[in-house]
Structures are given as C-alpha cells and as structure tokens.
C-alpha cells in the first residue's frame, strides 16, 4: 500500500478512493474509505481543500519510506534465513 502511496504520480495529483479502486482490486470502496479514515486519523495523509483528494504528509511519507526500508532490509531477510536448511 505505501509503494503505491509513493509512487511520483500521486505526489502532484493527489489520490482519491476511485484511484486507489482501480489500483488496488481486491478492495472494495468501503474498505478503502476505511483505510483512508484510519491514515488520516494518524496524520499520514491530508485531505485537499474540500475536494475528494488525498496527499501524503511529511510525516506520512516518512512512515511509508521508514517502512518500506524495514521490510527490505530486515524482514524479508529475516524470512530469507528462516528458509535455508
């Protein structure tokens, strides 16, 4: 979810609950608008103006890169060497 929240298209434009629909299928609208109150209750994104758009807070993309770099450098070796004979 945090990848596609980074990706540099969403940095400009923003995202909405369509977007988020067509990217992510095995959603429903309701479980996004779920997810998109919870990111805002923790500050990680904003709303725009009284539009329908949502961007990332500093804080968010801090939080998003904080834990994509977690998952690559310590949890999926952590797997990696649980694996090995």
């Known amino acids: ?46 709303r725009a103006g009284k539009r329908y758009r949502y961007y990332l807070t500093d804080f968010g993309c801090q939080v998003a890169t904080l834990s994509l770099k977690l998952r690559e450098m310590v949890v999926i070796p952590a797997l990696a060497h649980d694996r090995l004979p």
């Open 1 to 46: 979810m945090f990848r596609l929240l980074l990706s540099g298209e969403f940095v400009i434009s923003g995202f909405s609950n369509k977007i988020l629909r067509t990217r992510l299928p095995h959603k429903n609208s309701s479980q996004i608008t779920r997810l998109l109150k919870r990111l805002r209750g923790h500050g990680l994104v904003k």
